[in-house]
């Protein structure tokens, strides 16, 4: 079995960096497994949308309302996604989710989640 543990998250005034960081713990084999890994985020009386996403060779997408603020990265050897959030807005205020593919069957890997609050 696999978790994803989340960390990062917090109260920011706009304008301001938050870092989140998601660590894969648990079964190795199932960690080597993993595929792309993801943040996603829900907004209170919202649906849960996509950020971004990268995948294991380091192809990223993003979500067009953080394009050129956030940026997400991966370390494989440490098992761990992060995402470099800048230039945050209050729309940014929302719980974040860690996301991974199984890989090895089909199926995703969601962690606890993270609030961020973006206020002043």
């Known amino acids: 079995q696999l978790q994803l543990v989340e960390s990062g998250g917090g109260l920011v005034q706009p304008g301001g960096s938050l870092r989140l960081s998601c660590r894969a713990a648990?079964?190795?084999?199932?960690?080597?497994?993993?595929?792309?890994m993801g943040w996603y985020r829900q907004a209170p009386g919202k649906q849960r949308e996509l950020v971004a996403r990268?995948?294991?060779?380091?192809?990223?997408n993003y979500a067009d309302s953080v394009k050129g603020r956030f940026t997400i990265s991966r370390d494989n050897a440490k098992d761990t996604v992060f995402l470099q959030m800048s230039s945050l807005e209050p729309e940014d205020t929302a719980v974040y989710y860690c996301?991974?593919?199984?890989?090895?069957?089909?199926?995703?890997?969601w962690g606890q989640g993270t609030q961020v609050t973006v206020s002043s």
């Open positions: 996301n991974a593919d199984k890989g090895w069957t089909p199926g995703v890997y």
């Open positions: 648990g079964n190795m084999a199932a960690r080597n497994a993993m595929g792309t």
């Open positions: 990268v995948t294991r060779d380091g192809a990223t």
